[in-house]
Nanobody
Framework: QAQLVESGGGLVQAGGSLRLSCKATGSIISINFMAWHRQTPGKERELVASISSDGNTLLVDSVKGRFAIDRDNAKNTVYLQMDNLKPEDTAVYYC?????????????????WGQGTQVTVTS
């Protein structure tokens, strides 16, 4: 099996920075895209940033110029660097990845989600 484990959330003042990490573990064969989503109470989960296996990135307009996504393929880890944070960035941040992994009776490819990490930005 495989799983995603996130870390790096916390409480920060507006204008501050946080760096989220998400490490994929388990019997992983390959990882395709990796991404970060976020969700606030009463709202749908939204895509924040994504990165392909060859490093092509996508950021939603609301975070362009403030957030950056990158990955370390050797460590099966994706990062979200968040600078100049705003109160409206407050949310639970989820990592997701499309992974091919070893399982019985044959390897399988599917999307995985992390458990989420809380980011709170105070004004």
């Amino acid at each position: 099996q495989a799983q995603l484990v996130e870390s790096g959330g916390g409480l920060v003042q507006a204008g501050g920075s946080l760096r989220l990490s998400c490490k994929a573990t388990g019997s992983i064969i390959s990882i395709n895209f990796m991404a970060w989503h976020r969700q606030t109470p009463g709202k749908e989960r939204e895509l924040v940033a994504s990165i392909s296996s060859d490093g092509n990135t996508l950021l939603v307009d609301s975070v362009k110029g403030r957030f950056a996504i990158d990955r370390d393929n050797a460590k099966n880890t994706v990062y979200l660097q968040m600078d100049n944070l705003k109160p409206e960035d407050t949310a639970v941040y989820y990592c997701t990845a499309n992974m091919r992994y070893n399982t019985q009776p044959y390897p399988t490819t599917r999307d995985f989600w992390g458990q989420g990490t809380q980011v709170t930005v105070t004004s």
